[in-house]
């Protein structure tokens, strides 16, 4: 494998720099990289690679990598990530290229802007390579539920990297893109992070703009970085996030010192740090192999000197039932605007139909299973008669949830638990049974319910099966650099052998 391939992003930045390479050379070993092992998934007898990409725009990428190139030696942008390529989940807008939500009714959409966080990515000399596999509307938790065909996980390609932002991370994990964007309405950047041994970040909700994020449930969205290590989340971190005035939920406040703490946490120990071990994360459902790596996470961090204990947060058992009737009631109302007269898919337009029919036709076609059931779950939950019994109460379950996270903060400087319950479950193996997905986001969806900051790093791999495990910090809204120093100290402590790696992908890279 091409050397370039292997380096994380803050390594390739400093030799950028230092003009050791050049960002055309880097954008390059990164295309080869995607020719070689992405595939199509088009069942063409050729082996299906990771297919982590639904669009990638050659062209403009190695022409945003001369301009990075002339910019460097120039002497600007001076800023730390520039030339370096990234990929981008599908349901960020991008004026050159397709915005697809890996759904049907967006088929041949342009969207006529770029979302404030691919605005500032150009900006800070980054090179945008493609656009991202993703569950259609990022609604899922395997990737499966794209209308494209499912990404797979490059530690073992027949089973699934996580979702809903699966192709972001397997991109990453995969040494397609040393960065990309996720989004993380329930966990879709720390799921997929910890089932394919990346880093994965969810930012303070209303602290990287939503602006141009194609909406899933508005109250919950958040977009933010997949990366191969802490430092590199935090570079990329300071780069999408900060008040914009086109969000109307962009909180006006500094951004947290991300990068500062994540150099800190590399350079220090957690000497003082108070350390809360959630109760309620764990025993049944829980993998032992995932257990036991958490286990020895935890014991790590309390080597570093953080004084670790075990909080209760009891409400966290009402977060997945309260989350399937929040998110699925603002997805019914964001969705409605694929009525197939603004965007892509129109379906029946012949002169014979009405409007309505046209409408409902296209939506039919339009939409997949399990998108039409959240439509249907969220028009229910809001509908006269149940709206109190049902979106009121999760709202009123919501409430109990911050409230335990404040009164665990008062104790607690951060609180951890494994990201995910298990490991990357096999292609299929869940398909029919659509509750089995949803518990994938257990440890996740606390956090964006109450908005506060939270990441997965990478603990090392399961002993029962040999895939990766995720360790999840969460820290209070607006102290997102906890997080990244608790985070960084354990990646620096656990060393290379636990962290992040490229797997092998020799069956793929020979057959091309
Ligand atoms: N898996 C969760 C869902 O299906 C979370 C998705 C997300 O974070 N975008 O809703």
């Known amino acids: 494998m091409n050397e370039l391939l292997t380096l994380d992003a803050a390594e390739l930045a400093r030799r950028l720099h230092a003009r050791e390479v050049s960002s055309v050379e880097v954008t390059r070993a990164h295309l080869e990289r995607i020719e070689a092992v992405d595939g199509n998934g088009d069942g063409d007898g050729g082996p299906d690679g990771v297919h982590a990409f639904l669009h990638v725009d050659a062209e403009g990428a190695l022409a945003a990598a001369e301009a990075a190139d002339r910019a460097i030696a120039d002497g600007g942008p001076a800023s730390a990530l520039a030339g370096v390529p990234i990929a981008l989940k599908d349901n960020l807008t991008t004026i050159d290229m397709p915005t697809t939500c890996a759904s049907r009714i967006l088929e041949g959409w342009r969207p006529p802007y770029d979302a404030t966080v691919v605005a500032r990515l150009r900006a800070a000399g980054l090179v945008p390579l493609g656009k991202t596999n993703l569950d259609e509307f990022a609604m899922g938790s395997s990737t499966e539920n794209s209308a494209f065909g499912p990404s797979r996980n490059p530690w073992d390609l027949s089973r699934i990297p996580g979702g809903s932002g699966g192709g972001s991370s397997a991109a990453v994990a995969a040494g397609e893109a040393p960065l990309a964007l996720g989004s993380d309405t329930g966990g879709s950047i720390r799921q997929p992070g910890a089932v394919t041994g990346t880093v994965g970040v969810k930012p303070t909700y209303g602290t990287v703009s939503r602006f141009g994020l194609v909406a899933f449930s508005s109250s919950l969205d958040q977009i933010g970085p997949c990366a191969r290590s802490v430092l590199d989340a935090a570079l990329l971190h300071e780069v999408i996030g900060g008040h914009d ?16 703490a994540a150099l800190a946490g590399a350079r220090g120990d957690l000497a003082g740090v108070r350390v809360g071990v959630v109760s309620q994360f764990a025993g049944e459902g829980y993998q032992p192999g995932v257990s036991a790596a958490f286990t020895d996470a935890v014991r790590v961090l309390g080597e570093l000197g953080a004084d670790v204990v075990e909080v209760s947060c009891p409400s966290f058992s009402y977060a997945l039932p309260a989350y399937y009737l929040i998110a ?95 490991t990357a479950f096999p292609i299929g193996e869940r398909a029919d049974d659509p509750l089995a997905i949803y518990l994938a986001d257990l440890c996740t969806i606390p956090s964006n319910l109450a908005g506060n900051a939270a990441l997965s790093v990478p603990c090392g791999t399961s002993a029962d099966d040999g895939l990766p495990v995720g360790l999840q910090v969460m820290a209070p809204a607006l102290a997102d650099d906890r997080a990244y120093r608790v985070a960084a100290a354990y990646e620096t402590a656990r060393g290379e052998s636990t962290g992040p790696r490229i797997p092998e992908l020799r069956a793929l890279e020979g057959s091309r």
């Not at 005035?245 to 500062?260: C, M």
């Not at 339009?366 to 969220?378: H, L």
Request: hydrophobic share 35%; net charge negative; aromatic share 8%.
């Open 245 to 260: 005035p086109r969000d109307q939920t962009s909180v006006d406040a500094p951004l947290p010192p991300v990068v500062e």
């Open 328 to 422: 699925p009631s603002e997805a019914s109302s964001n969705l409605a605007r694929f009525d197939a007269m603004r965007y892509g898919l129109r379906v029946g337009d012949d002169g014979t139909r009405s409007t309505d029919d046209v409408m409902s036709l296209t939506r039919e076609v339009g939409f997949g299973a399990e998108v039409k059931r959240r439509i249907m779950i969220g028009t229910y939950a809001l509908s006269a008669g149940s709206y109190d019994a049902l979106y009121g109460k999760a709202q009123r379950a919501r409430t109990l949830i911050v409230r335990d996270f404040t009164a665990a903060f008062e104790t607690c400087d951060v609180l951890v638990s494994p990201t995910t319950p298990t």
